[in-house]
């Protein structure tokens, strides 16, 4: 009988993972709204629009990337949209969705966070690790999205939903 707790070696790995992960989370937004004024939701969404050739997504395929549900990635569009950082657009292909699409003004204040996003996050966590070891943590990411994804395929499960 398999034993239903963790190993100590696993509670390493997993509860190493976790702790790591909410305290940069934390770190992460509180870097952002000292200097930046926007939280780490906001940057995401900024993010993957600047990601986009026509810096925009529809509304849901945002939701779909994100943590947030399409109701809460809507409320957040709406509050970047007052700051004047995206526009929300009507889909006109189905009248039915609506795009969110960044500003020039966005893009601006985006790109000035960015650049302090990433000095931070190279500071707090890449320069603790070597290139080899960057590479080697890469290759594990991507080994358990790629089994997250099938798992997602096989089960009818689709981010977002």
């Given amino acids: 009988m398999e034993n239903d707790n963790f190993t100590t070696l696993e509670q390493g790995a997993w509860g190493g993972l976790l702790g790591m992960h909410g305290r940069m989370m934390r770190l992460i937004d509180a870097d952002l709204q000292a ?5 780490h939701v906001e940057f995401e969404v900024l993010l993957r629009l600047s990601w986009e050739a026509d810096h925009r997504l529809r509304i849901h395929d945002l939701a779909a990337r994100s943590v947030l549900t399409r109701s809460g990635i809507s409320r957040l569009v709406e509050r970047l949209e007052q700051a004047g950082l995206v526009v929300r657009e009507r889909a006109t292909e189905d009248r039915r969705g609506a795009y969110a699409v960044l500003t020039e003004v966005g893009m601006t204040h985006f790109e000035a966070a ?3 996003h990433v000095a931070f996050v190279r500071r707090q966590f890449l320069d603790l690790f070597s290139e080899a070891e960057l590479e080697q943590m890469a290759v594990f990411w991507q080994r358990v999205e790629t089994a997250q994804a099938n798992l997602e395929l096989g089960n009818g499960i689709r981010p977002g939903n």
């Fill in 35 to 39: 200097h930046s004024h926007i939280s």
């Fill in 114 to 116: 960015l650049r302090r």
